[in-house]
């Protein structure tokens, strides 16, 4: 299995980026993806998860912000980031779940992940 992101980088606070991930290598149908940050000194949270379904879950902190979504023809997981802040700062990973709950997102692969650092 592989999961591999893209479209990281630096952006001014306000400014917006969309994140990648590509997966191979499993049913993508039969998995939740999610995303994943960490920030230096600080634990991994999930950020955003969808189900093969389409339900979403988002952390508060990037509510109404952050979409995800995915495009199953082409086993990809998105996440678009508006109106970042400094705040978001951090390294983003892509995860895949068999979790049937969005919520309770566990994952069973990761990517490798991709830096993001926002500027004010």
């Known amino acids: 299995v592989q999961l591999v992101e893209s479209g990281g980088g630096l952006v001014q606070a306000g400014g917006s980026l969309r994140l990648s991930c590509a997966a191979s290598g499993l049913t993508f149908l039969a998995y939740a993806m999610g995303w994943f940050r960490q920030a230096p000194g600080k634990e991994r949270e999930l950020v955003a998860a969808i189900s093969s379904g389409g339900s979403t879950y988002y952390v508060d902190s990037v509510k109404g912000r952050f979409t995800i979504y995915r495009d199953n023809a082409k086993n990809t997981v998105y996440l678009q980031m508006n109106s970042l802040k400094p705040e978001d700062t951090a390294v983003y990973y892509c995860?895949?779940?068999?979790?049937?709950?969005?919520?309770?997102?566990?994952?069973?692969?990761w990517g490798q992940g991709t830096q993001v650092t926002i500027y004010s």
């Open positions: 995860a895949a779940s068999l979790t049937v709950i969005v919520s309770r997102f566990n994952p069973n692969y």
